[in-house]
């Protein structure tokens, strides 16, 4: 959210599925580096992260007890949804 604020963008809201039904965001299929990548139901997403420039990467932490740093997509914990913000 600061990284969006940074770029002009202070609406996006702090609730996944908020962020979803803000309008704000554009679903895509070819996810560029700084997009949203949702993780859980397409619906109601559960958690995200930013998406890299490195194929499989996103750039967050899955739990409160993980650092922040590049997580390499696997097993079973892989986006569900890809979203631009407008």
């Known amino acids: 959210m600061i990284a ?5 963008i202070a609406d996006l ?9 803000s309008g704000l965001l554009v ?3 070819h996810p560029h580096a700084g997009d949203l990548a949702f993780f859980g139901s397409v619906s109601a997403p559960d958690h995200v992260e ?4 490195q194929a ?9 007890g993980t650092r922040v740093g590049l997580i390499r997509d696997g ?3 892989r986006p569900t949804a ?3 913000v407008r």
């Open 13 to 21: 809201p702090h609730n996944t599925v908020a962020m979803v039904d």
């Open 27 to 29: 679903r895509t299929y």
């Open 4 to 8: 969006f604020r940074h770029a002009g």
């Open 75 to 77: 097993g079973t914990f």
């Open 82 to 84: 890809y979203y631009r």
């Open 50 to 53: 930013l998406v890299t420039t």
């Open 56 to 64: 499989g990467v996103t750039f967050g932490a899955h739990d409160s």
